[in-house]
């Protein structure tokens, strides 16, 4: 089936560093990308939409100087967490659809868990 | 936008019983319902999913029904086993698909055995 991977799946960083999350369709190409944010024993929280060749769309809230987010090819996404804190230690999931943004199914990345010391 | 409630926030039910979550959501707009399973640490997985032109789906062991009129959408498993338990998350957008999609909070089914 469609596959989703994403790396690292762990990283602790210290305060203030930045630290680069990938996403990447294995076996079909994604115009879109979504990435999340999930804080223990919570749900998914979109931060913002990934599209290939423009810019992210963010969620309200959401800081775009602080969640850097580049498409640059069909199957890669990425989210630079700049001048990371410790508040910013959570679970990033991106998510890509197969089979258009409307009618595919959405798969899921492993996740990748930061921790901000 | 899209509110997504869903209920309970945790179950336990006795191995070999049904189990039945529910959700309601806002938006008279939306026209795509799927559920996802998220075991510890772990990604989402797409268990089922519903389309807003179709009242119930079902798929051996789960079910998911949906209300249009009332705005609500239910997952059910029947017989549970062990390895149902998880998280479960409920979600609905109005693009048809995967574009918005607005999650509940979701439901830790724990399977006593």
């Known amino acids: 089936g469609a596959v989703v991977s994403q790396h690292p799946s762990r990283v602790i960083c210290k305060s203030g560093t930045s630290v680069k999350i990938e996403c990447r369709s294995l076996d079909f190409q994604a115009t879109t990308m979504f990435w999340y944010r999930q804080f223990p024993k919570q749900s998914l929280m979109l931060m913002a939409t990934s599209n290939e060749g423009s810019k992210a769309t963010y969620e309200q809230g959401v800081e775009k100087d602080k969640f850097l987010i580049n498409h640059a090819s069909l199957t890669l996404s990425t989210l630079t967490v700049t001048s990371a804190h410790p508040e910013d230690s959570s679970f990033y999931i991106c998510?890509?659809?197969?089979?258009?943004?409307?009618?595919?199914?959405?798969?899921f990345g492993e996740g990748s868990r930061l921790t901000v010391l | 936008g899209e509110n997504v409630e869903q209920h309970p926030s945790t179950l336990s039910v006795q191995e070999g019983d049904s189990a039945v979550i529910k959700c309601t959501y806002s938006?008279?707009?939306?026209?795509?319902f799927p559920w996802y399973k998220q075991e510890l640490g772990k990604r989402p997985q797409l268990i089922i999913d519903?389309?807003?032109?179709?009242g119930e789906k079902k798929d051996q062991r789960i079910a998911v029904t949906l209300n249009k009129t009332a705005k609500h959408f239910s997952l059910h498993i029947t017989e549970t086993q062990p390895e149902d338990s998880a998280v479960y998350f409920c979600?609905?957008?109005?693009?048809?698909?995967?574009?918005?999609?607005?999650f509940g909070k979701g439901t830790h089914l724990i399977i006593q055995p």
């Open positions: 938006d008279s707009a939306s026209n795509y």
């Open positions: 979600a609905a957008s109005m693009g048809g698909g995967a574009d918005g999609l607005t």
């Open positions: 519903i389309r807003s032109n179709v």
């Open positions: 998510s890509a659809p197969r089979g258009g943004l409307n009618t595919g199914e959405l798969f």
